[in-house]
């Protein structure tokens, strides 16, 4: 029996060299998660601009900024028509 989570090359590859991050949603114009294409690894954008784990709190309040975020966009196209 194997455990896969004892070695993953993938992992210390991006311990070395840093992660291959990519855009995998768009949350605003300015909030984004990110998930790296070697390990898996997600992160998200912090209050202060810096990236950070995407912990299941930062994915609640994401959530709750996407929901305000299409209402706001919502609002200015029923504005502009």
Known sequence: MTNRNLFNFNK????????????????????????????GEEMTDSANGLLEKLTPRFRETNA??????????????????
């Open 12 to 39: 210390m590859i991006c311990r070395f060299l840093g992660h291959d991050l990519r855009v995998s949603k768009n949350i605003t114009n300015y909030i984004k998660e990110y998930r790296c294409c070697r390990c």
């Open 64 to 81: 709750f900024l996407a929901k305000i975020h299409q209402r706001r966009c919502a609002r200015k196209m029923l504005k502009a028509s």
